[in-house]
């Protein structure tokens, strides 16, 4: 297994456009988070999912934002029309749940730059 | 309701010194505590984690951290600074395993020869 993968690495857009990010997580892990990054600043918690579920989501995530974890294993983040303060690093952690580790495995981030 | 302050947003030691970052949390439950490390256009990785067993926590390349309720603080330090110690360091709290973290702010650490 080679860890959490996010997909792009980096995405350039125009304002107004829709984009769309994938994660992948670590097999057989049942929780997934996204959390955003700004420069400068520490990660923000946006939502999390147990198995297809999305148990919590913050208020940082508008109604243009929307996250789905169809089948419980790949996860993906959808931003409509994105506005110049989207643009941050996009990361996603995945955990094996309740009783299993403590740690949260990050993926290399999805860069989004909107211009 | 959780939180996290990191006091000192740049640290900047000599290659051989001693390496201190600085943590304090809030939490309204015992916490978990955790120190993340983060590479230019990287994601974090886990440096070390404290989960209420041992107060004084060992950790990947040399760190470690003491979690002292009383100052309600989780410092991280490592003897001897390395040029490769080099990032932003991230200190976290969560209210339990597989919880949601909160982040600080971040402290990047610079090493001079």
């Known amino acids: 297994d080679t860890g959490v993968s996010q997909d792009p690495r980096h995405k350039i857009t125009k304002r107004g456009q829709n984009v769309t990010f994938r994660c992948d997580p670590i097999?057989?892990?049942?929780?997934l988070y996204w959390y955003r990054q700004t420069l400068g600043q520490g990660p923000e918690f946006l939502t999390y999912?147990?198995?297809?579920?999305?148990?919590?989501k913050s208020r940082l995530l508008s109604d243009r934002f929307s996250a789905e974890r169809p089948k419980g294993s790949f996860s993906t983040l959808e931003i409509q029309r994105t506005e110049q303060g989207d643009s941050a690093m996009y990361l996603c952690?995945?955990?094996?749940?309740?009783?299993?580790?403590?740690?949260?495995?990050f993926g290399q981030g999805t860069r989004l730059t909107v211009v | 309701a959780q939180s996290v302050t990191q006091l000192g947003s740049h640290v900047s030691v000599s290659e051989g010194a001693l390496v201190l970052l600085r943590c304090n949390y809030s939490?309204?439950?015992?916490?978990?505590l955790f120190w993340y490390v983060q590479y230019p256009n990287q994601g974090l990785q886990l440096l070390l984690k404290?989960?209420?067993?041992?107060?004084l926590v060992k950790g990947i390349n040399g760190f470690e951290a003491e979690f002292k309720k009383s100052e309600t603080s989780f410092h991280l330090t490592k003897p001897s600074a390395h040029m490769s110690d080099a990032a932003e360091y991230f200190c976290?709290?969560?209210?339990?395993?597989?919880?949601?973290?909160?982040f600080g702010t971040g402290t990047r650490l610079q090493v001079t020869l």
């Open positions: 999912f147990q198995n297809e579920a999305q148990l919590e």
């Open positions: 976290a709290v969560s209210p339990g395993t597989a919880s949601k973290l909160t």
């Open positions: 097999s057989e892990h049942n929780r």
């Open positions: 404290y989960t209420s067993a041992a107060t």
């Open positions: 939490s309204s439950v015992p916490p978990y």
């Open positions: 952690a995945s955990n094996p749940g309740q009783g299993g580790s403590t740690e949260a495995f």
